[in-house]
């Protein structure tokens, strides 16, 4: 049987507006070098031997990104370091199906897995000091987001896997954060700094469609016949943005630090290439045009510190930080001359209109506690470093998936420094990040297969289902100091 006539031009143009969406959604998963909501764990290696807890004592080059305060302690300096977030994730969806005949089964997938590859994440700073006083310090830096991402297999059982239609390939992103930044210590108790970053480069990920009419006309609703292999690529991305903060310091016991981290707006150019199902009912469509623009906010981050000393070789801190996700509220995706061509009894082109997605994120806190025991040992000093944290979802149940993978999670960390002469520290640290398992029941679930053929069935979500995932941080870094 194929499909024929007026009433099928809707709907192939409904699944070209689903592609686009979805190219939107897919997006907004690695675009972004926050915490909460895209990725399991926060950067740097000397700061995540603290748990995170590095914004009242942010005093290196570090603090580019926790606290930009922390520059003017850093001196004139050469950082580097690298860390790799192992990361590992189990899935079983849960697919409740109603049939024309209002039957409601329970559909249990196979359980998949899913590995990260080893992908070092760089820190790469450099400071100048200046200044009659010494009190101007400048740094130029880069840093890469350190996304969760994990691969699935194509198959699980001899069947295609459950994770495709939410997931694909990242193979082909890259992205990466470039920044100035200037400190200023007008006073020995006072520190004050600004940077301005931008996110840059490109994000390409694979989803499959679904094309497969709902109730039953033709066959299951997962067909593989009817499944659409998408290639999707956002970019050249360019979203500005800003960073600021001050470290107050009223004696030498304790500091106070405040940062703010302004929003990314992503507002950049997108390709689109599909390759349509094998199904009969395609045989005579084809698609002109393979450019849309993706538009969404990514969030603002406020942070709190307070760092006690009460003998010079123990800093012990206290941190907060929250990420203002609700703004995150929808991704719209506006094509460019995309249009569905040569369908019988339909008009020559059907054009895909603007789209909005919705995405239902809300807004996340953490909690931090970290610090660092300076000790001799001969003509070395080594730095001992431990911390734990605890962070909230930016992700409610509902919209969880495996394109949007987040929980409420812990982390232990460990690492420490040994310096060598007056100029070179070597740091290392190990942290494990301990994720809530959650289930997702389908009645809650709120993410629908994308699939142009809609019919009179109700919404059949595709992310129920139960949820588990922990990661390993491993890093190793140097700082050089003029």
Known sequence: MSFRGRAFAPKIASFLVASVAAFGAAAV?????????????????????????????????????????????????????FGWLHFSNEYQRE???????????????????????????????MSLVFGEKKEWTVAGGFIAPQVALASYPEFTDGQPSPARYTLGSFSGSLLGIPGAWIAYKPHPKLRLGVGLQALVGWFQTTVTFSASPQDRLLGAPEQPEYDAQSQMRVGLIIAPSANGGVIYEPDPHVRFGLALQAPMIVNSPATLKVRLPTSAAFDTANISGDRANVRFVLPAILRLGVEVRPVPALRVEVAYVREFWSAHKSIEVTPRDI?????????????????????????????????????????????????????????????????????????????????????????????????TTTTVTPEEAQIPRINPLKGNAPLEAVNGGTYSAAADLIGVGLNYTF
Do not use: C
């Not at 895209?38 to 740097?44: A, N, T």
């Not at 031997?49 to 001196?75: K, M, Q, S, T």
């Not at 109603?98 to 039957?103: G, R």
């Open 95 to 125: 697919l409740r199906i109603v049939d024309a005949d209002n039957t409601v089964r329970y559909v249990h997938s196979p359980n998949i897995k899913g590995t990260s590859p080893v992908l070092p994440i760089p820190t790469i700073a």
């Open 339 to 435: 249009t569905m061509n040569g369908i019988v009894g339909a008009p020559p082109s059907v054009a895909l209109p603007i789209i909005t997605i919705p995405r239902g994120f809300i807004d996340s806190n953490s909690f931090r506690l970290g610090g660092e025991y300076a000790l001799k040992l001969g003509e070395y000093t080594l730095d001992l470093r431990a911390g734990v944290s605890y962070e909230t979802s930016a992700v409610p149940p509902a919209y969880l998936s495996l394109s949007s993978l987040d929980f409420d999670k812990a982390l232990v960390s460990l690492g420490g420094s040994i310096h060598i002469g007056q100029h070179w520290r070597l740091d290392g640290t190990f942290a494990h990040l301990f994720a």
């Open 29 to 81: 998963f690695a675009g972004d070098a926050h915490a909460s909501g895209l990725y399991f764990s926060d950067r740097g290696v000397r700061p995540m031997g603290r748990a995170g807890a590095f914004v009242a004592g942010a005093d290196d080059l570090g603090a580019i990104w926790y606290n930009p305060a922390g520059v003017a302690d850093a001196g004139s300096a050469v950082l580097m370091d």
